[in-house]
């Protein structure tokens, strides 16, 4: 797994071993990545079931003014660090040795872009998905992956699926900002 493009493009990202942690297929990154190119420099980006860190430091690498990683798997924090150290973006991130449903109680922080990749048989990504949205500001963007077994809302907060890309059993929902919503 390397980083497509930007600051650190080419650098290796280390995986955890094991089956434990499912790492976004290559193909799925680059799809995702072509989709939201225009949507991520200067951006506050949150990683959450961050992993290997692998879709918040590509976000880093191209351009995001900042990134919160957060599992909490010890190794993946471990990992996350190393590559972030590796790709020579730490200065520009946080990592959090927490689960995403805790630390979406803490008040204050708000992003731009999300990304949201929990373990596909957790059903944890609808509750995160409601309790995210708010967090996110206006013009933001949402992104789940998740296996074909799984249908999401069309609407979420302030928040509209786009598109939905299918690659295999595996579905990528891209979430944008609806204004018309908060009138509702």
């Given at each position: 797994?390397?980083?497509?493009?930007?600051?650190?493009?080419?650098?290796?990202?280390?995986?955890?071993?094991?089956?434990?942690?499912?790492p976004?297929?290559?193909?799925?990154?680059?799809s995702?990545?072509?989709?939201?190119?225009?949507?991520?420099?200067?951006?506050?980006?949150?990683?959450?079931?961050?992993?290997?860190?692998?879709?918040?430091?590509?976000?880093?690498?191209?351009?995001?003014?900042?990134?919160?990683?957060?599992?909490?798997?010890?190794?993946?924090?471990?990992?996350?660090?190393?590559?972030?150290?590796?790709?020579?973006?730490?200065?520009?991130?946080?990592?959090?040795?927490?689960?995403?449903?805790?630390?979406?109680?803490?008040?204050?922080?708000?992003?731009?872009?999300?990304?949201?990749?929990?373990?596909?048989?957790?059903?944890?990504?609808?509750?995160?998905?409601?309790?995210?949205?708010?967090?996110?500001?206006?013009?933001?963007?949402?992104?789940?992956?998740?296996?074909?077994?799984?249908?999401l809302?069309?609407?979420?907060?302030?928040?509209?699926?786009?598109?939905?890309?299918?690659?295999?059993?595996?579905?990528?929902?891209?979430?944008?900002?609806?204004?018309?919503?908060?009138?509702?």
């Amino acid at each position: 797994m390397r980083v497509i493009t930007g600051l650190a493009r080419g650098r290796r990202l280390e995986t955890l071993p094991g089956d434990n942690t499912r790492p976004t297929g290559e193909k799925v990154k680059e799809s995702l990545f072509s989709a939201i190119q225009f949507d991520i420099e200067g951006r506050r980006v949150l990683d959450l079931f961050a992993g290997s860190g692998q879709l918040g430091i590509e976000a880093l690498s191209r351009g995001a003014s900042g990134c919160v990683f957060v599992d909490k798997n010890t190794e993946a924090v471990k990992i996350i660090k190393q590559n972030l150290q590796h790709t020579d973006l730490m200065e520009k991130a946080q990592v959090l040795g927490t689960d995403a449903l805790s630390y979406l109680t803490r008040p204050g922080d708000r992003f731009d872009l999300v990304f949201l990749d929990p373990p596909y048989a957790s059903e944890l990504l609808i509750p995160v998905l409601n309790k995210v949205a708010p967090l996110v500001n206006d013009g933001g963007i949402l992104v789940c992956e998740t296996d074909d077994t799984v249908t999401l809302p069309e609407q979420v907060d302030r928040f509209a699926v786009a598109r939905t890309y299918r690659f295999g059993h595996t579905y990528v929902w891209l979430y944008r900002y609806d204004p018309k919503e908060e009138s509702l």
